[in-house]
């Protein structure tokens, strides 16, 4: 099980959702692949170079070209990522599919939160929630019509 520090994950979310998006891609190795099949931005994909940060061993199928995290395989598709965290990192604490019932749920709380969506491993969106504004945040996740809220708290 990984040991995982909200902190930790924060900072390293924080530095590479500020980067626009050809300096994310340069930094990368990945310059060639904007607009590529498969190499877009998302909430996933910022996750996972923050875990590649925190020495998480991803199998993603984004392979870094370069920098300091060259070698890592990141993973910028939302279900993909919840099922490795849960492979990885644990069972998550499974919240009530109504949107404002999960909200209240998430409110105060920092952690990992995804939003699973039957569509394969692309579908859904994945985030790092800071505890602040959760009604926010689980509005703009029901334009994936989740069937499953998962949550995995940071300490």
Not at 8 to 35: H, K, M, N, P, Q
Request: with cysteine.
């Amino acid at each position: 099980m990984l040991n995982l520090n909200y902190a930790a994950v924060s900072r390293a979310y924080r530095r590479f959702a500020a980067l626009t998006d050809t300096d994310l891609f340069e930094a990368l190795g990945w310059a060639a692949c904007i607009g590529a099949p498969g190499y877009r931005r998302t909430d996933a994909l910022h996750l996972s170079l923050a875990l590649l940060s925190c020495k998480a061993p991803l199998t993603g199928p984004l392979s870094v070209l370069a920098g300091p995290l060259a070698g890592g395989r990141a993973d910028g598709a939302s279900n993909r990522l919840a099922e490795w965290l849960l492979q990885r990192h644990g069972a998550p604490e499974r919240l009530p599919a109504v949107i404002e019932s999960a909200a209240e749920a998430l409110f105060g709380r920092r952690g990992i939160v995804a939003f699973m969506q039957h569509a394969g491993p692309d579908g859904g969106r994945i985030a790092l929630f800071d505890g602040r504004d959760p009604f926010a945040m689980c509005r703009r996740a029901t334009t994936c019509h989740p069937y499953e809220i998962r949550f995995w708290p940071l300490a």
